[in-house]
């Protein structure tokens, strides 16, 4: 003999009411884009629409048209994963500068350079499950460091320079550690590594890039300025350093309210907060599934993988 067990719910929420408040960020009038790029909670543009000043996104006229930009960090956004997306809901991907090195022409004839982007005291990384660091060039050993010169992080090793085909063909690419937010990049001469006393005249143009790996290292030539990078961002709550911010559960923002929620599953039916469709649903405790059995259509609340019977809302007012 099998025992199945259920539960009812009867839920005493009475900081839901009334259904849409100030403290709940992005509304019905949040379904935001700029150029081709949608803008999801908890980023936005308008105010109300993002979740504090790290999420602002700031919609800019350039030569190709209107481009997202991260306010806080000055990068652009090419892309954002949707919370429905379990495994990247807390990835960006973003136009990450390229540095030149040992490139009069482009307004560096160093052999050494911090990137242009520092992440420092904010709640964005340089992903390592997603980014790696490559160069472009030939001859040299490209080494990455955090910072300093005393402390390589990783090191790749271009191709001879009279190995080379093309532009890109002597590119070469590591890993990268973890919590990564800034770096500096240095070229080191194979001929003077082999042979240290003897110096190089010689000046050759290269370039260092922490790049997302679904980028294809062969369409990145010497004459790029830009790479896609993906970040991973924590989801703080409060607009000081990050720090000092408080960092919530990934799930615990609330979905933007949207319009036109009303929603059955069965003969249940399915009362904000709880929900179906991304948008009805205030976090992902609250998402609700609608799956088909022997007996027809059954809510189950996603999260505990309990079939729902039921919801009470009670609401009252309180006097003083």
């Known amino acids: 003999m099998s025992i199945r067990m259920v539960f009812y719910f009867i839920l005493q929420l009475p900081w839901l009411v009334p259904l849409t408040t100030s403290s709940q960020a992005g509304g019905s009038g949040c379904n935001e884009t700029c150029g081709n790029v949608d803008i999801t909670y908890p980023f936005g543009i308008k105010t109300g629409c993002y979740n504090n000043s790290w999420f602002r996104v700031t919609c800019n006229e350039t030569s190709n048209g209107p481009k997202p930009f991260i306010s806080r960090i000055n990068l652009e956004l090419l892309n954002l994963w949707s919370e429905s997306d379990d495994n990247k809901h807390n990835l960006v991907i973003v136009n990450n500068p390229v540095i030149h090195l040992n490139c009069d022409g482009k307004g560096n004839n160093r052999t050494t350079s911090p990137a242009s982007v520092n992440l420092n005291d904010s709640p964005y990384v340089f992903s390592s499950r997603y980014n790696i660091f490559g160069s472009v060039g030939c001859g040299y050993l490209a080494i990455i460091f955090r910072n300093n010169q005393t402390d390589p992080l990783a090191a790749c090793l271009q191709q001879r320079c009279g190995d080379l085909v093309s532009s890109s063909s002597g590119a070469c690419y590591a890993q990268i550690p973890e919590n990564l937010t800034s770096y500096t990049t240095a070229l ?29 290292l062969s369409d990145i030539s010497i004459g790029t300025t830009h790479v896609p990078a993906t970040l991973e961002w924590n989801p703080v709550a409060c607009d000081l350093e990050a720090s000092l911010c408080p960092v919530v559960e990934p799930y615990a923002y609330a979905v933007p309210y949207k319009s036109g929620c009303n929603e059955t599953c069965g003969n249940v039916d399915i009362p904000y907060p709880f929900g179906i469709e991304v948008g009805c649903y205030k976090t992902k405790w609250f998402r609700v599934t609608c799956n088909k059995t022997d007996v027809g259509e059954k809510p189950f609340i996603s999260s505990i993988n309990m079939q729902l019977l039921n919801v009470f809302i009670l609401r009252w007012h309180s006097y003083r």
């Open 188 to 216: 080191r001469s194979m001929t003077e590594i082999i042979n240290p006393e003897k110096k190089e005249d010689s000046k050759r143009c290269s370039s260092t890039f922490m790049f997302d790996y679904s980028t294809q």
